[in-house]
């Protein structure tokens, strides 16, 4: 039979090779953990200064989360709390793309908008200013020249009303042309300007989900440590 040693001896272990304290592998893990949530707060903080010129209030409450995450108390205060509802991610991710790309209309843009505003105007004038001087025109001619009444007006106006319009009134082929010109410039600034506006408007789309996809892996992670 083996001996059988006594109840007082020393009982070797089924695994000799483990040696040390039990406790030091959770010892390790805890301060593994502490470094996760010290970088963790880090990342907040820097986010916190991102937001800060467009929502002062978003990133006071994006500090205290960054002071939260490194105590327990501070864990548990925010362990029940939807983050990505309560600093409204996609609203703060919009906010920062307008304020990094200068708004949803540059300089050049808003200027093609207010001259093309004004020259929409111009050929309505010009067309009914050289309409009222050639009626005038037309009237004198024939007061001067009766048997004329029954050449064409526009043709007339052409003509310069036998030497009866004004300096100041252009004749019919004139006015059409500046009218065409005017138009063209109009179509050309609305061409311009749209198009400029709506690939302004991509580019900020575009910004605001790069900084939501920001917002929301960090916010993950601070939810994973509470």
Do not use: C
């Amino acid at each position: 039979m083996p001996d059988i040693p006594p109840a007082g001896g020393v009982i070797t272990p089924v695994r000799p090779d483990v040696t040390g304290d039990f406790r030091s592998g959770r010892d390790a893990s805890h301060g593994t953990g502490s470094g996760e949530r010290e970088q963790l707060a880090e990342h907040l903080e820097e986010m916190a200064g991102t937001l800060q010129p467009v929502d002062a209030r978003a990133a006071d409450r994006m500090r205290g989360l960054a002071r939260a995450v490194a105590t327990d108390e501070g864990r548990q205060r925010w362990a029940e709390v939807d983050l990505r509802r309560v600093f409204n991610t996609e609203r703060l991710a919009y906010a920062l793309a307008l304020e990094r790309e200068g708004g949803y209309a540059h300089s050049t843009i808003a200027g093609a908008d207010r001259l093309r505003n004004i020259l929409v105007l111009v050929p309505i004038l010009l067309t009914w200013f050289a309409l009222a001087e050639a009626a005038r025109a037309y009237d004198r001619y024939l007061a001067l020249s009766p048997n004329e009444v029954r050449q064409p007006f526009l043709l007339l106006w052409e003509r310069g009303f036998g030497g009866q319009a004004s300096a100041f009134a252009p004749s019919f082929s004139t006015v059409a042309l500046i009218d065409a010109f005017l138009i063209a410039i109009i179509i050309g600034l609305t061409l311009y300007s749209h198009g400029r506006r709506e690939a302004r408007e991509e580019k900020i789309d575009q910004t605001a989900e790069r900084f939501q996809s920001d917002i929301d892996n960090v916010l993950a992670e601070a939810s994973v440590v509470l």
